[in-house]
């Protein structure tokens, strides 16, 4: 996986430095993946650039950067952001 993109595969989606991304979705994790994320998207009318992995980590794409949980004042999560943003 190329830098710039993370995948969370218990969440089952992929996100780069915009956010969730359904094209990366597929890419990484299949078109049954995608095809699901892309349902949720539309159901729940979801905000794709703020999301939550599995692991808890927090990133908003809107401010560059991920956190160690989605409270307010959580410290930045540096690698997540790196990995991102950077």
């Known amino acids: 996986m190329q830098r710039g993109i993370i995948c969370d595969r218990k969440g089952a ?17 299949g078109k049954k993946a995608a095809k699901r994320l892309n349902r949720n ?10 999301y939550t992995l599995s692991n808890g980590i927090y990133c908003n794409s809107r401010r ?12 930045v999560n540096g690698y997540y952001t790196d990995r991102l943003f950077r």
Do not use: H, K, W
């Open 13 to 29: 989606f992929c996100a780069d430095s915009y956010g969730i991304s359904i094209g990366y979705t597929q890419e990484y994790l």
């Open 64 to 75: 560059y950067r991920c956190y160690q949980n989605r409270y307010s004042g959580a410290p």
């Open 41 to 50: 998207i539309s159901q729940y009318n979801m905000d794709t650039t703020s």
